[in-house]
């Protein structure tokens, strides 16, 4: 399985499902469930201890925060306000009581700075040896469902949110803050500069712009995802489900332009608008062309370079 | 952690979380959150490799089945109808994609012989040492939720579904299908009766009654739930939850009432009725009365044995 990637195995299995009778299937951030009455955004993410957190740099906190945040990013990217979240965390038959409370505070703390009006409002302990969290996000639309296919030639490509920190903030705990043997050992704030405190934080407790996800619906955005494996990889993969070529800037990422085309887990929206400034929170990066022989254009010619980060091919979970 | 029962650390982490903004909240079996529109029934249970199942003992199809059924159950127990799964899949990297192929097809299978209409429409997958699958199952009402707190006394109590085969079942396996070193080995069906075989069937892929979940909101059933941990836990966990005794007959069981009493793992649905014949799908198992000073009495005494199944407490998932 190691050698298929995550949308090849995707596909092999959505062929054995029954089709979809959802508004919005597979394959989008969310899912659009129709229950009697209206429709429902609904998504699922999994946090690993291994290949997606460690012990040694994350608190119980952290974890409950991430897993929180990139769940509330994937429903804020379909336009949708999250109105619940629903927890199934599997942990060591040894773990403290005071861990999971920690877990508890950090899904609590991110629901309120992140999307007020959304709580647990369920869940499901069960005992594993890998410490394992997996959030179910469901959330409410006042405007149509927003997908990833909807980018026009001439609309304008927005991003929300920061773009390479998270990964900048993990080159710092692989680089500073693993033992010689390669094994995560616990952050050292004291010899860290604040920009690098930051990254970290970044990593460890990302702030996607939840509110800005319905904000933009209702602004008319044409296509909008969470950017979770790197703004080149999403973007390729709007441009592909929308038939476009997305033409991007350089000059609007910041000072490391490498590290916010290829870094994921900062959770920022990407989206496009039609033609004009796009909505507060969103800063212009590029426009949609018609398609050419590219999915993605960086100043006008291909990246010469990795793309993106997809956790099944990139990830040594023995490293570290 | 592990001296603590889940009740108990759910209650500690409950406490740290938001108040429930939520129709029904934490602590039934599952929980109904308004969306824009109306309410939706939301439930998460997971399988861990260790503790809940073998796959020396299921299979992948197994597997995707119990792993949908349990959560279909919880969905019926509050007299909702299942729409939706989102499944969360965490394996480790060397799994056949031929093994991932098979879970989908219980899922689907399984969807389609207990739940009509349901279908999987969202997931995840993601790497881990441990294999993980957790099942979010969305739900529509067409009645008001029937909560495990609504029992009243003069009501009938009824049970739909197996009560003790799977447990049955699960006895055989760690009996018969274990090296000496107690490590599980494959099911040999040449070595089993045909209702040992059924037995192990119940176990490994549950038919909960999920249309009767519904079926008993429409006929006015006062309380509602599954029972997943044995007959004797989950009708004090009602009994408890209504201010109530349950008092149970044998003789509706059974040749085997400690098993039908004490067995997890059936998802049978346990109701209570307004006076008189429960609907059809259900049989009369015994009547509610005044609490009394034990919340459940089989024969008019209180059962002389452990009252069911905590896999907290009880399961050593060393063992085999």
Redesign the interface.
């Given at each position: 399985?190691?050698r298929?990637s995550?949308g090849a195995?995707?596909r092999?299995?959505l062929d054995?499902?029954?089709?979809?009778?959802?508004e919005v299937?597979?394959g989008d951030d969310?899912?659009v469930?129709?229950?009697?009455?209206?429709?429902?955004v609904?998504?699922?993410?999994?946090?690993?201890h291994?290949?997606?957190f460690r012990l040694a740099w994350s608190s119980g906190y952290d974890l409950g925060w991430k897993a929180a945040a990139v769940n509330l990013a994937d429903v804020a990217a379909m336009g949708a306000r999250p109105?619940?979240l629903?927890?199934?965390l599997?942990?060591p038959?040894?773990?403290?009581?005071s861990f999971?409370?920690a877990?508890?505070?950090g899904?609590?703390a991110a629901?309120?700075a992140l999307a007020p009006?959304c709580?647990?409002?369920?869940?499901?302990?069960?005992?594993?040896?890998?410490l394992?969290i997996?959030v179910?996000a469901?959330?409410?639309?006042?405007t149509a469902p927003v997908r990833r296919s909807g980018a026009r030639p001439g609309d304008v490509v927005a991003l929300a949110g920061a773009a390479g920190e998270a990964a900048r903030g993990l080159g710092l705990l692989f680089a500073r803050f693993r033992d010689p043997e390669g094994t995560p050992v616990a952050v050292d704030d004291v010899l860290l500069s604040p920009s690098e405190r930051d990254a970290i934080a970044a990593q460890l407790r990302p702030h996607p712009p939840i509110a800005l996800g319905p904000a933009a619906a209702r602004a008319g955005v044409t296509a909008l995802m969470d950017v979770s494996d790197g703004l080149l990889l999403d973007a390729t993969r709007m441009a592909d489900a929308s038939g476009v070529t997305l033409a991007l800037e350089r000059a609007p990422l910041g000072p490391d332009v490498d590290t916010a085309l290829t870094g994921g887990e900062d959770h920022a929206l990407l989206a496009t608008f039609p033609p004009g400034t796009p909505p507060e929170g969103f800063r212009a990066i590029g426009v949609v062309r018609e398609r050419g022989n590219e999915a993605v254009l960086v100043d006008g010619v291909p990246y010469a370079g990795r793309t993106g980060w997809d956790?099944?091919r990139d990830?040594d979970?023995a490293r570290g």
């Open positions: 399985m190691g298929l995550e195995i995707l092999r299995i054995r499902l029954a089709p979809s009778r959802a299937g597979p969310a899912a469930i129709a229950v009697d009455g209206g429709p429902v609904a998504t699922v993410d999994t946090l690993v291994g290949p997606d109105v619940a629903l927890v199934a599997a942990m038959d040894d773990t403290r009581v999971v409370e877990v508890a505070d899904l609590r629901c309120e009006g709580a647990v409002e369920g869940g499901d302990l069960t005992v594993s040896d890998t394992t997996a179910t469901l959330g409410a639309l006042e956790p099944y990830w979970s």
